[in-house]
């Protein structure tokens, strides 16, 4: 009997090893790509229009003297870069939970008009207030975000049916395409106004300094710590609604958390920097080929992935053209474009 039982107890343990192991592999690789991202923010306060030899560049991060190479590094590229670092998570995470939310492996934060309420409202503040400073324009970027995205789910949530995923996405990309032709409308009519605006509409990150990160630290901050929590229930929402509320999970309550952290990730993202494409949409996408579909593990793998491809694109930025600068936003779009091409082309595309 008690061989029996020992044979028992050995063949109800041995499931429970599978997940500790997978648990403890995506543990190590996303430490893995933590150090990665250490490493290449270090390279992005090497690398610049000036070249300072990394051990000057070592003693002036950890004893700043207040000398110039000291206000290189401190004022001008650690601050950009953790710009690039933050910016990078926030993108990652939006596009993480659109895609959970609408259950569409290849949707972006667009969908939600987010990028343009932002454009439009860039804009309306340039065209007609004459705004031209980014500390100014950056809260316009910041309130139109959000009240085109409010706007859309308003929208989506008329009639008995409420606010689904396919309903918000077709709202979403019809009010994105009527404010984009009247900012477009407004460009034309104005076109001598908006000289200052074309670096902030290539996705930029040149020229921000702690000012801005201090403006989106906030919002960013609560998006993710709502994003935190958001992992559970939106893996049951992934099973279908009428499941997910049988699992006990609280549909149109995720639902409107996950459309607020969406708005506040990607509003101040897009209102820092400008529209970045693609990092939204492929991180996640290719987080999932190793995490799998469990909204748990995608969104720190994103958060980190997607800074890590941001501020790696700053760095290919920097130097591809020296000494003139590519704007991030085109890195990211040549990088992102050949990925895309890449998924559309797997025959068993990455599920949620």
Do not use: C
């Amino acid at each position: 009997m008690t061989v029996l039982h020992d044979q028992e107890v050995t063949r109800t343990a041995r499931p429970a090893q599978g997940p500790v192991r997978v648990t403890v592999s995506r543990t190590l690789f996303l430490l893995a790509a933590a150090v990665l991202l250490a490493v290449v923010f270090l390279l992005s306060l090497w690398v610049g229009a000036r070249g300072i030899p990394f051990a000057e560049i070592w003693t002036a991060l950890w004893h700043p003297d207040g000398g110039e190479t000291s206000f290189i590094v401190h004022e001008m590229r650690m601050s950009r870069a953790s710009l690039a670092l933050v910016l990078g998570a926030a993108l990652g995470v939006a596009g993480a939970l659109i895609q959970a939310l609408t259950r569409n492996p290849l949707a972006d934060t667009g969908i939600l008009g987010v990028g343009a309420g932002a454009n439009v409202a860039v804009v309306i503040a340039i065209g007609l207030f004459g705004v031209t400073a980014i500390s100014q324009y950056l809260w316009f970027a910041f309130v139109g975000a959000i009240l085109v995205t409010v706007l859309v789910y308003a929208l989506g949530s008329i009639g008995s049916v409420g606010a689904t995923p396919i309903r918000l996405t077709l709202v979403g990309v019809a009010l994105g395409a009527l404010l984009g032709g009247f900012a477009s409308a407004i460009t034309m009519l104005h076109p001598e106004s908006f000289d200052d605006m074309l670096r902030w509409s290539a996705g930029s990150l040149a020229g921000r300094g702690w000012g801005t990160l201090a403006t989106v630290a906030v919002p960013i901050a609560i998006g993710l710590a709502i994003a935190a929590v958001a992992g559970r229930p939106l893996n049951a929402i992934s099973l279908g609604d009428d499941l997910a509320r049988s699992l006990g999970a609280n549909v149109v309550r995720t639902r409107i958390l996950v459309i607020i952290a969406v708005t506040l990730l990607a509003g101040a993202a897009t209102a820092a920097a400008g529209p970045i494409g693609f990092v939204g949409l492929m991180v996640p996408h290719v987080v999932r080929w190793f995490t799998g579909p469990d909204q748990r593990w995608i969104i720190p793998f994103s958060a980190v992935g997607a800074a890590l491809l941001l501020l790696a694109s700053d760095v290919i930025g920097r130097v591809v053209l020296a000494p003139q600068e590519l704007e991030v936003g085109i890195v990211t779009a040549f990088v992102g474009a050949p990925v895309l091409v890449l998924l559309a082309r797997r025959t068993k595309v990455s599920g949620l």
